[in-house]
């Protein structure tokens, strides 16, 4: 069966850099023979925030309202708004999800977040046993692919804005892998406003050779949730650390065992 890509698009504009990498992405993998499905949401006007109109009928404590309780209520009961239910079809339906963006305050525009905020609902997308290597959508990958303004050079472990490898650990550690997606390594468009046209052509003439290999792909590594201990705060387990102990580098960028961070841990697999 053909696979379902979805993409979750955020650019205001058609001209954009953004647009030709999406617009490329959903060539390719259509002329593999996936269906894919763009969630445009500038287009869309997609709502940013996470409030109680994300709920319809009563709430369960108007007094109090707890966003993370109250929407999972509302969605295991079908009072969630048709905006989330209709992304949650989608994102139940793909294998892969591409989140296309360009760099905002070292992170996903707001409209995305917004997007993470709402649909990423508890009791869908995660639960405190569900999460992690035994998240939800382990059996589904996701990725980032987005465009900065600043040259590679900036956001290396010297750069000013430093390692790049820090900044993308919240949003595929703390988003998607908590989610329990595969994470594949992120396609970054260095500077494309910044740098000669031809250099834009070879980045995307880049990404649709990699789009062509892309279901493929092996994810990047995270620690497994089995190696840390429940009961002890979810620390690293002992016998890991020992384990751990003579190498050079930690784990992860977030479990670095006070060693250097693991260079490119976040950016390429099998590193
Ligand atoms: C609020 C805000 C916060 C920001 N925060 C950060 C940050 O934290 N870190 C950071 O590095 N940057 C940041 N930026 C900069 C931002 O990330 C870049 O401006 C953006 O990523 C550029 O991508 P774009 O698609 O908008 O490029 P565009 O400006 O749309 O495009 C760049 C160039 O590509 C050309 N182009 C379009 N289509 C094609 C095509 N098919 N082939 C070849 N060329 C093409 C366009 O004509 C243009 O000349 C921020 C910007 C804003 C507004």
Sequence with gaps: MAEKILIVYAHQSAGSFNAAAKDAAVKVLTSQGCKVEVSDLYAMK???SATAEDVTGTVK??????YGEETMLAWKEGRLSADITEEHRKLSEAAVVIFQFPMYWFTVPAIMKGWMDRVLTLGFAYTSEKRYSQGIFKDKKAMLSFTTGSHESMFSANGINGDMNVTLWPLQNGI????GFQVLAPQIFWAPPHIPSEA????LEAWRTRLEGLL???PLYFTPSDSFDGGRGFQLKEDIQEKHAANKF??????HL??????NSQIKAGV
């Design 200 to 203: 834009r052509c070879s980045m």
């Design 176 to 179: 998607l892998h908590y989610c």
């Design 46 to 48: 997609f709502k940013a």
């Design 258 to 263: 006070g060693k250097p961070l693991p260079p």
């Design 61 to 66: 404590d108007a007094e109090h309202f707890q």
């Design 216 to 218: 493929g792909e092996t």
């Design 250 to 255: 930690g784990l992860t960028v977030g479990t």
